[in-house]
């Protein structure tokens, strides 16, 4: 299974996206890890390059049988396709999670306090987030409004969407 997450940054797709993978045994594959890494590695003008580098690491793991939970913003229709792609090409079921905050005040205070369990990375301002060229998804399965909940709340949330959509 190939679960998409995405949605701006600091709505908390990413302590979803983790807790999911945890939950599940699921290999967790994080754009701003691996683009990071490779501006580390002196590419600094990125395109897709951390794109292409995750959609062949969840390809190979769904080939071997293991879930993945990709965890990237998927700003535009262009992406989340291509994560569709890659389940097609694995013949594995895929599930898109849209992760937002609804509440401005808390998403613009949630953006200015956060901090990065990624070294070197910078860290998007509130312009810069608000800015952003993000379409709406048309197709999304699952939308996890995270404003006014704390991480367990919208964990526990996620979680029983979850199960029930398996029980279906």
Same mark, same amino acid.
């Given at each position: 299974?190939?679960?998409?997450?995405?949605?701006?940054?600091?709505?908390?797709?990413?302590?979803?996206?983790?807790?999911?993978?945890?939950?599940?045994?699921? $290999?967790?594959?994080?754009?701003?890890?691996?683009?990071?890494?490779?501006?580390?590695?002196?590419?600094?003008?990125?395109?897709?390059?951390?794109?292409?580098?995750?959609?062949?690491?969840?390809?190979?793991?769904?080939?071997?049988?293991?879930?993945?939970?990709?965890?990237?913003?998927?700003?535009?229709?262009?992406?989340?396709?291509?994560?569709?792609?890659?389940?097609?090409?694995?013949?594995?079921?895929?599930?898109?999670?849209?992760?937002?905050?609804?509440?401005?005040?808390?998403?613009?205070?949630?953006?200015?306090?956060?901090?990065?369990?990624?070294?070197?990375?910078?860290?998007?301002?509130?312009?810069? $987030?608000?800015?952003?060229?993000?379409?709406?998804?048309?197709?999304?399965?699952?939308?996890?409004?995270?404003?006014?909940?704390?991480?367990?709340?919208?964990?526990?949330?996620?979680?029983?969407?979850?199960?029930?959509?398996?029980?279906?």
């Amino acid at each position: 299974m190939l679960y998409i997450l995405g949605g701006l940054p600091a709505t908390g797709k990413t302590e979803l996206s983790k807790y999911l993978s945890s939950s599940l045994g699921a $290999v967790h594959i994080r754009i701003d890890t691996i683009e990071q890494e490779l501006k580390n590695c002196g590419f600094n003008k990125l395109y897709d390059e951390g794109y292409k580098i995750a959609f062949a690491l969840a390809l190979e793991n769904l080939k071997n049988g293991l879930s993945v939970v990709a965890d990237s913003t998927n700003p535009v229709l262009e992406s989340r396709e291509a994560w569709i792609s890659v389940a097609n090409k694995a013949s594995s079921p895929f599930t898109e999670i849209e992760v937002v905050c609804s509440n401005e005040n808390e998403h613009k205070e949630r953006v200015e306090k956060r901090q990065t369990d990624i070294p070197n990375l910078s860290l998007p301002s509130w312009e810069s $987030v608000t800015s952003r060229d993000y379409h709406l998804w048309k197709t999304v399965s699952i939308v996890i409004d995270t404003a006014g909940k704390t991480p367990e709340q919208s964990k526990k949330e996620l979680s029983e969407i979850l199960r029930r959509s398996n029980e279906t």
